[in-house]
């Protein structure tokens, strides 16, 4: 078999490291509830003759309590230890899932949110977890920048394969298949990732952790936090932007496309900045991605038809997992010693919580006016990320010096 190309070989060399097949793979496994939540929900509501509002609620409050849990756990990991928490956790989401699969929703609303709750508070930090263990796994720095690009673009495959996965379960065990499946993947990947050597090892960082604040006494950080809340928002925008457009070009279906290939977009960008070199300056790194990214969704206000908008699409998505990628090389930086996990689940609450809000205001701008002004809106929103992120991100405590990701 003739040898990878030169360019692809510090990815090829992090993904046959030790450890690191298992550590991805367990990972995107027990993070496919994430992807796979909101359709499952849908379809077992439905099914009991639910309307698309209480399915909506219902998966409001799945992801509410998804991002209220994870910083929660990620300060618990960080004073303990990884293992214990995301099998405990795992177990908990899992019993959550199954609860919600075994009840009727309809009839039962107030339980069906419980569960929902559940599930969503206990979802594991796996994501957190794997990028706290890049620096003790890999050789040295250079290895960890590749690890978090590809960790970026892999995670793509999440929200890809989830709904795909539900669909499958659902065809072969009925509509709440999907849910009892989410409980199971997310348990088996924790079960996976918490086992492996490098899981059972780490140990939290040193008692700076135990701050009421935690990572959020780092005012660098949290202006970190709101610009990728921004950048949440422009994702969330694009999702409700397209399908309206696809909904007024009255080709509804074409919107997943359209969105898969922005995923695609998202995956050949994460890799091909494995190949770039190691920035100087992480901060300026981050601002040319931030600027690339609001770039990259502008010529989408344009709406060329389908056959216009499909390259455009996966134009758009090349930028963020590199910006994500940078992100999770300074959260590493900037938070304080001893919060490392919770400050990586920060990051997730925040992306999260703007793309809830991106979506929210697409939907409301597509009502109000077109699906070209909830485009737009998404251009914006990345130029805000763009504007937050212009004055370099430094701190002045001690405590956020550069630190080791827990030992």
Do not use: K
């Amino acid at each position: 078999m003739a040898a990878p190309p030169s360019r692809l070989a510090p990815a090829v060399e992090v993904l046959t490291s030790p450890h690191v097949p298992r550590l991805l793979s367990a990972s995107l496994l027990g993070r496919l509830p994430t992807g796979m939540a909101a359709l499952a929900i849908l379809l077992a509501v439905l099914d009991r003759g639910g309307t698309y509002t209480a399915a909506g609620g219902l998966s409001a409050v799945y992801a509410a309590s998804a991002a209220v849990g994870g910083p929660v756990l990620g300060r618990l990991i960080d004073r303990t230890r990884q293992a214990p928490v995301l099998l405990c956790s795992g177990a908990a989401s899992a019993v959550g899932f199954v609860g919600l699969a075994l009840l009727d929703p309809v009839a039962h609303p107030l339980a069906a949110a419980g569960w929902a709750a559940l599930a969503g508070a206990a979802t594991p930090q796996l994501e957190p977890c794997l990028r706290v263990l890049w620096s003790p796994v890999l050789r040295d720095d250079e290895a960890v920048r590749t690890a978090y690009s590809l960790d970026a673009a892999t995670q793509e495959l999440v929200f890809v394969t989830g709904p795909l996965v539900v669909l499958a379960a659902t065809a072969a065990g009925g509509p709440s298949a999907g849910l009892l499946v989410a409980g199971a993947l997310g348990l088996l990947g924790s079960l996976w990732f918490a086992t492996a050597a490098p899981a059972r090892r780490w140990r939290g960082g040193p008692a700076a952790g135990a701050h009421p604040a935690g990572p959020l006494r780092s005012a660098a950080l949290v202006r970190l936090l709101v610009a990728l809340l921004f950048v949440g928002a422009t994702i969330g925008m694009f999702t409700v932007g397209i399908t309206a457009y696809t909904d007024h070009l009255g080709a509804p279906s074409a919107a997943s496309w359209l969105i898969a290939a922005n995923a695609l977009g998202a995956l050949i960008g994460g890799i091909a900045y494995t190949t770039a070199p190691s920035p100087a300056d992480e901060h300026r790194r981050l601002r040319v991605l931030l600027a690339g990214l609001a770039v990259g969704y502008a010529p989408l206000v344009l709406q060329p038809g389908l056959l216009g908008t499909a390259p455009l699409a996966v134009l758009s998505g090349l930028a963020l997992p590199p910006v994500l990628a940078c992100s999770f090389a300074l959260v590493g930086r900037l938070a304080p010693a001893g919060t490392i996990t919770e400050a990586h689940a920060w990051m997730i609450t925040a992306f999260g919580a703007g793309n809830a809000a991106g979506s929210a205001a697409a939907g409301l701008a597509a009502d109000l006016a077109s699906s070209r002004a909830a485009l737009a809106l998404g251009v914006l929103t990345g130029a805000l990320a763009l504007l937050i992120a212009a004055r370099p991100f430094t701190h002045h405590d001690p405590d956020t010096a550069p630190h080791p990701e827990g030992r």
